[in-house]
C-alpha cells in the first residue's frame, strides 16, 4: 500500500515568515493530495489539496507544490501568522482496482508554531 | 450546523464492553470513511462506504470491529470486547463520489478511553 513520509514533526516559526512541510508517497498511482490542518481538540479541516494533473496550486498565503517524478509534494505558508498554529497532516490517495479514489493515507503531521 | 456529525463525542467504557458509534455525513454525501487517530499520528483508515456498500477494509479492522451504514445515510462502528489498545480518536468523514470530487470533511470525532 501507499506510504506516506511528513517531515519536519514539528516546526516553529517567527511570525510573518514563512514555513514549509514536506511529505513524500510511494505509490506512483496515487493522484490526489490533500491539506489537513487540525487544531488541538478539533477535527481535520482541509485546506488545500492538489491533483496530479496540476504542479502547484494557490489559495491566498497557502500554496501546495507537487513533483510526481520524485514523488513528494510540499505545503508553503506565507506571512504566518499565530493562528496558523495547529498540527498539518499530508495525504495521498491512489485509484484502487478500477475504482475511483478512496482512503487517504496521511503523514504522521508537523506541529507549526508560529511565535508572535 | 451542516457538518458531520458524530455521536457520542466522548466515551468512557472498561475492558471487555461494547460500543457503538454514531456517524452523520454531509447530507448529499454518498461516500462514508471511518478512520482512526492516535496521539502524534495521523488518522489511520478503517473502512469506507460508498451509499449502503462496504467497499474496503483496513487490516487493521479486526473481527471485533464491524461498521454498518444500512440505509446509504448515517452509519455505526462497533468495537465488541474492547481493549485498552482500541483508545484512540475514531474520526468520520464524507465525501460526494464524482470524478471530479475528491474532498473528504471530517467529523469532530468520538474519543475512545477503555480502562
Known amino acids: 500500500g501507499e506510504n506516506v513520509e511528513q517531515h519536519p514533526s514539528t516546526l516553529s516559526v517567527q511570525e510573518g515568515d514563512s514555513a514549509v512541510i514536506k511529505c513524500t508517497y510511494s505509490?506512483?498511482?496515487?493522484?490526489?493530495f490533500p491539506w489537513y490542518k487540525q487544531e488541538l481538540g478539533k477535527r481535520p479541516q482541509l485546506i488545500i489539496d492538489i491533483r496530479s494533473n496540476v504542479g502547484e496550486k494557490k489559495d491566498q498565503r497557502i500554496a501546495v507544490t507537487l513533483n510526481k517524478t520524485a514523488k513528494h509534494f510540499s505545503l508553503h505558508i506565507t506571512e504566518t501568522q499565530p493562528e496558523d498554529s495547529a498540527v498539518y497532516f499530508c495525504a495521498a490517495s491512489a485509484p484502487k482496482r478500477g475504482s475511483t479514489l478512496g482512503r487517504l493515507y496521511f503523514g504522521r503531521g508537523t506541529q507549526l508554531t508560529v511565535w508572535p | 450546523d451542516t457538518g458531520v456529525s458524530q455521536d457520542p463525542r466522548h466515551k468512557i467504557t472498561k475492558r471487555g464492553q461494547n460500543v457503538t458509534f454514531r456517524c452523520d455525513p454531509i447530507s448529499e454525501h454518498n461516500r462514508l470513511y471511518w478512520y482512526r487517530q492516535t496521539l502524534g499520528q495521523g488518522p489511520e483508515f478503517l473502512t469506507y462506504?460508498?451509499?449502503?456498500?462496504?467497499?474496503?477494509k483496513s487490516r487493521l479492522l479486526s473481527d471485533r470491529f464491524s461498521a454498518e451504514r444500512p440505509k446509504g445515510s448515517f452509519s455505526t462502528l462497533e468495537i465488541q470486547h474492547t481493549e485498552q489498545g482500541d483508545s484512540a480518536m475514531y474520526l468520520c468523514?464524507?465525501?460526494?463520489?464524482?470524478?471530479?470530487?475528491?474532498?473528504?470533511?471530517f467529523g469532530p470525532g468520538t474519543r475512545l478511553t477503555v480502562t
Open positions: 505509490d506512483s498511482a496515487s493522484n490526489y
Open positions: 468523514a464524507s465525501s460526494f463520489w464524482a470524478p471530479s470530487s475528491y474532498e473528504q470533511y
Open positions: 462506504f460508498q451509499n449502503e456498500a462496504q467497499l474496503e
